[in-house]
C-alpha cells in the first residue's frame, strides 16, 4: 500500500488563497494524502472556505486554536497527523502536479529522511499577468547530502539557496524523526529556528534541482519597505550562524555569513528610516541596529582584514554610512521630519513655513 503523506497548513486570515491552495493540491497525481488546515483565530471567512472543503473531501481537516501563532498550530497538527510522510506547506503556495509522487520516489529509492526540490518566487501580480511564463525544465540533478553538508548551506551569500535551505514548506519530511519536536513557540520565523534540528536527526537530505513550487510573495511591497519586529529574528538566527562560523574557524563560511548579517542589517535600518513609523523603542532599535552593523565590521577589520577590505563589505559600509547621513540630513534641515512619531503635527507648526534660509538653498 502507498505510505500515507500529512500535509499541514496554519492559516490565519487567508480567505483570499486558502481555496486556490487547496485546489492545487487535490490535482496531485499522488491520491494517498490528508490535508489538515489548522486556523489560527482567523477573523475574516478562513474557517467558512475551509469548512466547505471538509464537507466534500474526506482527507480534508480542519483544526482551530485562539490565535497562538503558526508555530503553535503546527504543533497541534503534527499531534494529529497519520502520514508516514509530513509537509508543513504555506497558504498561497502552489505544487506541481506530480510533486508528491516524485518527492516519495526519491526518499524511497535514496532511504532519506528528507527530500527537498527547488522553487521560484513569484508575487501575486506576476501571478495573475496573461503574459506569464513558467520556468523551463531543467535536466534533473540529484544531490545526496549528510546533514552537516546540508547545513553548510545555511553559510552561503546567495539568497535563494539559503532560503531554499531554511524553508520547511518545500521539504517531504518523514514522521519518524519528528518523534519528541516541537516548533519553538515563541518564534514566529519559527523554521529558521527549527530546521537544523530537524536535520540533524535525519540521515541523509536528498535535494533535487526540479521546480516544483511556485512560493507565491503576498504583500511583497510591504515587506520590503516596512519595518517588523519579527525581522529580529533573522538577526538572531545569522547571529548564531556567526558565532558557529568563528568556533570553526571557517574563513569562507565567516565571510559569507558576515555578509549576509550586514546586509540585513543595513535593510532594516534603511526601513527605519520610514517616518511613518511609530514605535516607541524606534531610536534605541536605531542604535542597536547601529552598534550591531559596526562591531561586526570592526571584527572584521581587526581580525580579518582581507574580508573587511573587499569590494562586497566596502560597498554595503559605504551605503549604510550614506543612509546615516541623509537621515541626520533630513532632521537637521527638514522640520518635517525632525519628529519621526509625530511627522504631521510638526509640518503644522509655524516654523515648518520658514526653513528655507540661503544655507538651506545653497545645499
Known sequence: MKPLVSIIIPVFNDKETISLTLKNLLHQ???????????????DCTIKKVT???KKYSNIKLLTCEAEGFSKAQNIALEQAKGKYIIFFKSGNLLSYNYLEYMISLSQKYKANISSCDFMDINEHTFFRQDFKLPQTRKEIITQKTPQEYLRKLTTF????????????????????????????????????????????SNYVIFSNQILIMNTLLDEYYHNTFFSYHELENIEFLEKLLITSKQNNNMNDLKNISLHLLQNLYTIRKKLIN????????????????????SIYKFLNAKFSKIASSSQYKTLFKKYKKLLHVEKFREKKYYIFCNPTR?????????YWFIHDSENEQT
Open 158 to 201: 546567495k539568497s535563494h539557496t539559503f532560503k531554499s535551505t531554511y524553508s520547511l514548506w518545500n521539504k517531504l519530511i518523514e514522521k519518524n524523526i519528528l518523534i519528541d519536536f516541537s516548533f519553538p513557540e515563541n518564534k514566529f520565523h519559527f523554521d529558521k529556528f527549527s530546521i537544523i534540528e530537524i536535520v540533524k536527526k
Open 275 to 294: 517616518y511613518y513609523l511609530e514605535l516607541d523603542d524606534l531610536e534605541s532599535q536605531k542604535k542597536s541596529i547601529d552598534l550591531k552593523f559596526n
Open 52 to 54: 466547505e472543503y471538509t
Open 343 to 351: 511627522p504631521f503635527e510638526r509640518a503644522c507648526s509655524d516654523e
Open 29 to 43: 497525481s499522488y491520491k494517498n494524502f490528508e490535508i489538515i488546515v489548522v486556523d489560527d483565530g482567523s477573523t
